[in-house]
């Protein structure tokens, strides 16, 4: 009973470095989302899908880019990191009543 | 601006002591929810309220929505140390987006 699972849990850029967070969910939800936690902002949500090939922007876009060619897989990615960038990412996935959150993934950016 | 305030920020108290959240925004809201993270976890949804003055009990929490549905309200009676944690409020907004608040980081010392 995996639900939603992220890769990696730790990475460390420099910057002007790209990577792909990784997010994954076995429960054939529908919408999926990808929020950045930081120190005293709860969480912000940078992108969103409704389903497969639907993406939209959420409050903090920038900088990053998704795409939903699946149901189970929605990746973030960074196309070139800026130390601003440096936060814990959460992918969650919803269904009619709940949203349910990975484990995150904690990105630092030198 | 964060779209949903939420007071006090950072809250320690001792065991068996009641305490109280709040969460305020200036825009009405069909439903608002409640998380609770702990470290190194992803939120974890504890309510939904939908109707304005609703309140609802969940063991020693009750939660509060206000009548006009722009606020809410976070009660803990007896708090216990297993109820440290970052406590979040949550709200949808336009279609789809789940906004968040800014967060209340609880300590229950023993």
């Known amino acids: 009973n995996a639900g939603v699972t992220q890769t990696p849990k730790f990475q460390v850029l420099k910057t002007g470095q790209s990577m792909t967070l990784q997010c994954a969910q076995d429960m054939n939800h529908e919408y999926m989302s990808w929020y950045r936690q930081d120190p005293g902002m709860g969480l912000r949500l940078i992108h969103y899908?409704?389903?497969?090939?639907?993406?939209d922007q959420g409050e903090v876009p920038n900088g990053y880019n998704v795409s939903r060619s699946t149901t189970e897989d929605f990746p973030l990615r960074l196309l070139s990191a800026a130390p601003s960038q440096t936060s814990v990412y959460f992918c969650a996935s919803r269904s009619t009543y709940e949203q349910y959150f990975g484990p995150g993934t904690r990105l630092t950016v030198t | 601006t964060q779209l949903l305030e939420q007071s006090p920020q950072f809250l320690s108290i001792q065991e068996g002591e009641n305490l109280t959240v709040y969460c305020n925004s200036s825009?009405?809201?069909?439903?608002l929810q409640w998380y609770r993270q702990e470290p190194g976890e992803g939120p974890v949804l504890l309510v939904t309220v939908v109707t304005g003055g609703e309140v609802k009990k969940l063991k020693r929490l009750t939660f509060q929505f206000g009548d006009a549905r722009k606020d809410s309200s976070l009660h803990i009676t007896a708090a216990q140390p297993g109820d440290t944690g970052l406590y979040l409020c949550a709200a949808y907004t336009g279609f789809q987006k789940l906004v968040f608040g800014t967060g209340t980081r609880l300590l229950v010392s023993p």
């Open positions: 899908s409704v389903g497969a090939g639907i993406t």
């Open positions: 825009s009405v809201f069909s439903s």
